[in-house]
């Protein structure tokens, strides 16, 4: 069964470094999205990719937040200068089109931030 | 502004009896609603999606109901199992692709 895939598992970081959350999304779907999940509370949305750029993202997106498709497959989140507060279990989504609306999710990338 | 509230605390029943759990929101309109299952440290898992036309929707012991006019799902699993145990998450899709989660409801199933 195709699924989403996420590396790394879990990445241990200090303060002020750059971050990059890699995803592989299911090969056939069109939109893209990071969520994150801090530790004991709820799924959070970031950000949406559609057609090669960003369709929406929340207040959390702010601008050390980025992403990108650098090729027709990979699916990446960086975190500029990471913080404290940016502690959390990041999950990628993909789903194939807006009838379904079924997210598929990856494993998540486990980031601490030290 | 926009909620979508679960039930934050844990839900304990015993093994064979139904599980009911309760999904509010407020100021949506959704297109849609899912409900999704999330193990401890792993990705939501998606269950059922049920559409704002549609009353109710089944999928083996599964079954989601939803009324726009309270502004509410219930999420039933019958029957239900030790390996039901888990957190369930209401999602809900209002205008654009944006797909927004609830707290989510820990449900233990004893055996």
């Known amino acids: 069964e195709p699924e989403v895939t996420q590396t790394p598992s879990h990445q241990v970081t200090q303060m002020g470094q750059e971050v990059i959350l890699r995803c592989v999304p299911i090969?056939?779907?069109?939109?893209f999205y990071w969520y994150r999940q801090i530790l004991g509370q709820k799924v959070e949305f970031l950000v949406s990719?559609?057609?090669?750029?960003?369709?929406?993202k929340s207040e959390i997106f702010d601008d050390q937040f980025s992403v990108e498709r650098p090729d027709g497959s990979n699916f990446t989140l960086k975190i500029r200068s990471t913080k404290l507060e940016d502690s959390a279990m990041y999950f990628c989504?993909?789903?194939?089109?807006?009838?379904?609306?079924?997210?598929?999710f990856g494993e998540g990338s486990r980031l601490t931030v030290l | 502004s926009q909620k979508i509230e679960q039930n934050s605390e844990a839900l304990n029943i015993q093994e064979g009896k139904t599980a009911t759990l309760t999904c509010n929101y407020t100021?949506?309109?959704?297109?849609?609603l899912q409900w999704y299952r999330q193990d401890p440290g792993r990705g939501p898992v998606f269950l059922l999606l049920?559409?704002?036309?549609?009353k109710e929707k089944r999928k083996e012991r599964l079954k989601v109901t939803f009324d726009t006019t309270l502004k509410q799902s219930l999420f039933h699993i019958t029957a239900s199992q030790p390996a039901d145990s888990a957190t369930y998450l209401c999602?809900?899709?209002?205008?654009?692709?944006?797909?927004?989660f609830g707290g989510g409801t820990r449900l233990m199933v004893k055996p």
């Open positions: 989504a993909s789903f194939e089109d807006s009838y379904t609306g079924e997210l598929f």
């Open positions: 090969s056939n779907h069109l939109y």
């Open positions: 990719f559609y057609n090669n750029e960003i369709s929406e």
């Open positions: 100021n949506y309109s959704p297109a849609y």
């Open positions: 049920i559409r704002e036309n549609e």
């Open positions: 999602a809900l899709h209002n205008a654009g692709n944006m797909l927004t």
